[in-house]
């Protein structure tokens, strides 16, 4: 990309182009999958479960599309799922559209996906609800929240915050 809107990095993970920034909940978890599961397969698949049911306490249905990586919402990706793993500790992990400004998706190719859009929790939310505004800040803060609840319960762990 010649003269980039914003800074670009290498990275060592799956899921090809992404955007991080404002508004989104980026999630890196530093597990042994040894503890768990030595699979990187259920690895994702259960961070994705981990957004599914974050966005059901929302009344919100995401969904997998097979084939892809990710968690969609009525067609659109509302979270990205790229992950790496070393003598199975994992690193990267996953990032959840929130109040995201969703802008900066229209200047690349996210995770290599032409033909699907990319949206967020409280475009959903708007949506669904016809118009109703939400405090983004308290939106995002309530999103973590549920968002740390639903990985705790769904890998069995204690979280260290």
Known sequence: MNDPPFPIFRTERGGEVTYHG?????MYPILDLRSFHSDL?????????????TLGSFGLRGERIEGLTGVWVDGAK??????????WITYHGLALNVTTDLT??????????QDRPVTSMYELLKSKNEGKDYDESLLLEEVSERLLESFSLLFDVSLVV
């Open 78 to 87: 509302v979270a990205a799922i790229g992950v790496r793993a070393k003598r």
């Open 104 to 113: 900066p998706f229209q200047d690349i190719v996210p995770c290599g996906i």
């Open 22 to 26: 404002p508004g989104q909940l980026v």
């Open 41 to 53: 397969h259920w690895y994702m698949r259960t961070l994705e479960e981990v957004v599914i049911e």
